[in-house]
């Protein structure tokens, strides 16, 4: 069977593509493509699907790969340049040096097998079906694992740029971990036992600890990151469809577990504003006045809010 030039040409890519994202080594790849055609000019039978034989081929030659070497090569600095390189294409970020910096150095917190998933989804060109066909892995497993990558880039490069109070900062990862222990707090506080949550709060004596939350519905929380510790302010309604907050301050160790050192602590001062009434349109036009800075937080002047509260106490004591 005859093949144009095109057609090989667009064989060896692939071949190339699917070894460098088992790989991630460009020579091994290039080696391992041009061995996939040698073997495919050789043996291919034109009953089967061409590009499927290539891929299989190519994975084969990357088993005899690993075979031979004592360990797999983990070469985040590559992966990471090149996925840069492609993204650097983007005038947005180009334009900006000190975001392009902080997006590069943010590809060192993922994840193996993280970064072999980005970096073949550039260089198919962001083409999902083309990835879905080639890779064994469902199409919702897929989008799932791209997005969290993306995301989990996008709270790192924003960590990079200094932002510390902004839930911009929370990887799909963290958002997780947190969900999971609020979620298990609110079961144990209801059920009292506390002290099941024990690897939790290893690290504070509860020993002493008295609370008054009573939690019918978490709402959302806010963040802020400082020396790598993490306070979290959580809004909920209480059991009389009342809106109120606790916060915590946690880290999470060396095997991804969220430790506690603030247990949840109740604050009293929460003031909650119906969506449509005049206080809430006020502090709206206060947030598009004064956008947030940096680190995430609104400028907004501390006495402007206190304005606002100030004549809601005064139009509540009038009823």
């Known amino acids: 069977m005859e093949f144009t030039e095109k057609q090989l040409q667009e064989m060896q890519k692939i071949a190339f593509d699917y070894a460098l994202y088992r790989t991630g080594n460009i020579e091994v790849s290039q080696d391992i493509s041009s061995q996939t055609i040698s073997l495919f000019l050789l043996s291919y039978k034109s009953s089967s699907d061409m590009k499927r034989w290539i891929i299989s081929t190519a994975g084969n030659y990357c088993k005899k790969y690993f075979a031979k070497s004592s360990k797999e090569t983990k070469n985040t600095e590559k992966y ?14 180009e334009s900006d040096l000190e975001l392009s910096k902080a997006f590069k150095e943010s590809f060192n917190a993922l994840t ?34 791209l997005s969290r990558i993306k995301s989990k880039l996008k709270a790192e490069t924003y960590k990079k740029l200094g932002y510390y ?8 990862q963290l958002n997780n971990l947190i969900i999971k222990f609020l979620q298990r707090f609110k079961e144990n506080l209801e059920n009292g036992t506390i002290n099941k949550m024990y690897y939790y709060f290893s690290d504070v004596d ?16 806010d963040i802020e990151l400082l020396n790598s510790v993490y ?22 160790d060396e095997n991804n577990y969220l430790r506690i050192i603030t247990p949840p602590t109740k604050k009293s001062n929460l003031i909650v504003f ?3 009434s005049m206080e809430a349109k006020k502090i709206i036009e206060l947030l598009k ?31």
Request: hydrophobic fraction near 30%; glycine fraction near 2%; charged fraction near 35%.
């Open 80 to 93: 990471g340049s090149e996925i840069f390189k492609n993204l650097m294409e983007n005038p947005i970020v």
């Open 112 to 145: 193996e097998v993280e970064l072999q998933t980005i970096l073949y989804y550039f260089k198919c060109n962001e083409n999902f079906k083309e990835i879905h066909e080639n890779l064994d892995i469902s199409y919702d497993a897929l989008r799932k694992r």
């Open 165 to 172: 109070g902004s839930k911009r900062i929370v990887t799909p």
């Open 206 to 221: 509860l020993s002493n600890y008295e609370h008054n939350i009573k939690i019918k519905k978490i709402i959302e929380y």
């Open 231 to 252: 306070k979290a302010w959580v809004f909920y309604e209480n059991k009389q469809d009342i809106a109120e907050s606790f916060f915590i301050e946690f880290y999470i």
């Open 274 to 276: 119906d969506a449509d």
């Open 289 to 319: 006045k004064y956008p947030e800075d940096k680190t995430g937080r609104p400028n907004v002047p501390k006495e402007e809010i206190d304005q606002i509260i100030q004549q809601y106490k005064e139009k509540q004591k009038e009823k």
